[in-house]
């Protein structure tokens, strides 16, 4: 069975800190890239931080760039964000992505989301 599971979401200040964690199972995680997604309330699911198989390559969006940082421990088969210096607007569900691609089809599979709310 196929499973991604987030935790590590919950209440904090503006400026504080959380870490987010997403373990797998049911799949080989270290051949599948990696991304972090987030939705708020009334707005579409946005791409928010990904990281290569390997964890050699990451990519961020430009809300995040310099304040959030992916990472990826292939021998637990977890994913982490660590999320710093957090803001109100990063309030939303965070949601974990195992996402591969061969020349037959794509995989794609999704967690049930942790809520982040960034509040004073």
């Known amino acids: 069975q196929i499973r991604l599971v987030e935790s590590g979401g919950g209440l904090v200040q503006p400026g504080g800190s959380l870490r987010l964690s997403c373990v797998a199972s049911?799949?080989?995680?270290?051949?599948?890239?990696m991304r972090w997604y987030r939705q708020a309330p009334g707005k579409e699911r946005e791409l928010v931080a990904a990281?290569?198989?390997?964890?050699?390559?990451?990519d961020y969006a430009d809300s995040s760039k310099g304040r959030f940082t992916i990472s990826r421990d292939n021998a637990k088969n977890t994913v982490y964000l660590q999320m710093n210096n957090l803001k109100p607007e990063d309030t939303a569900v965070y949601y974990c992505?195992?996402?591969?691609?061969?020349?037959?089809?794509?995989?794609?599979?999704w967690g049930q989301g942790t809520q982040v709310t960034v509040s004073s």
């Open positions: 992505n195992a996402f591969r691609r061969l020349p037959i089809r794509d995989y794609d599979y």
């Open positions: 049911g799949f080989t995680f270290s051949v599948y890239a």
């Open positions: 990281i290569s198989s390997a964890g050699g390559i990451t």
